[in-house]
């Protein structure tokens, strides 16, 4: 799980899909067989996701906080880890929401492009909002328990896969908006 959200970054599942496999065959996706690779042999591993001299400090600074403090952070409150692995390498609003949503277990709405899509087409903002204030948003009227909010996720992003131009021309006009 944590390989594939690094590797995911900016690339579609295909690409990070061959990535994965590459690692697992090299090894087997044991943590430390990972960061015992060279930085070269990592790269290479990871070549087809893209970026891979970027997402290879990337893995390296995530597969180290998951071995070295993950235990230790999963004691912190909510907005204090969430601080925590935004201030890691390749960890950005998103990523971080991922990681605290199914790695933590904590109650947060990811505000992915298909979250995006999904809320601007309904109305919900009069102009595209940012991702935090999507977040927000949804947090603030869903008060949503964790299992509730991965459940959310997945359907909206298998929504979106499933149906990724079904927003391009739907326009909802709701009465009370």
């Given amino acids: 799980?944590?390989?594939?959200?690094?590797?995911?970054?900016?690339?579609?599942?295909?690409?990070?899909?061959?990535?994965?496999?590459?690692?697992?065959?090299?090894?087997?996706?044991?943590?430390?067989?990972?960061?015992?690779?060279?930085?070269?042999?990592?790269?290479?591993?990871?070549?087809?996701?893209?970026?891979?001299?970027?997402?290879?400090?990337?893995?390296?600074?995530?597969?180290?906080?998951?071995?070295?403090?993950?235990?230790?952070?999963?004691?912190?409150s909510t907005p204090l880890l969430r601080k925590k692995l935004i201030a890691m390498k390749g960890v950005g609003n998103e990523t971080a929401d991922v990681l605290l949503l199914y790695y933590f277990h904590r109650p947060t709405f990811v505000a992915d492009n298909y979250s995006m899509k999904l809320f601007t087409k309904l109305h919900t903002f009069t102009t595209k909002p940012t991702y935090i204030q999507l977040k927000t948003a949804v947090e603030r009227d869903f008060?949503?328990?964790?299992?509730?909010?991965?459940?959310?996720?997945?359907?909206?992003?298998?929504?979106?896969?499933?149906?990724?131009?079904?927003f391009d021309d739907y326009q909802l006009k709701l009465p009370y908006l």
């Fill in 143 to 166: 008060k949503l328990e964790s299992k509730q909010a991965e459940e959310l996720h997945a359907l909206i992003d298998e929504f979106g896969k499933l149906k990724s131009d079904y």
């Fill in 1 to 76: 799980m944590l390989s594939g959200m690094i590797l995911i970054q900016n690339t579609n599942w295909k690409n990070a899909d061959r990535s994965l496999a590459n690692l697992k065959q090299a090894t087997n996706f044991e943590t430390d067989r990972i960061l015992a690779l060279s930085t070269d042999e990592m790269e290479q591993l990871i070549q087809p996701s893209g970026f891979f001299h970027n997402k290879a400090i990337y893995l390296r600074s995530m597969l180290t906080a998951y071995r070295d403090n993950f235990d230790d952070w999963s004691k912190l």
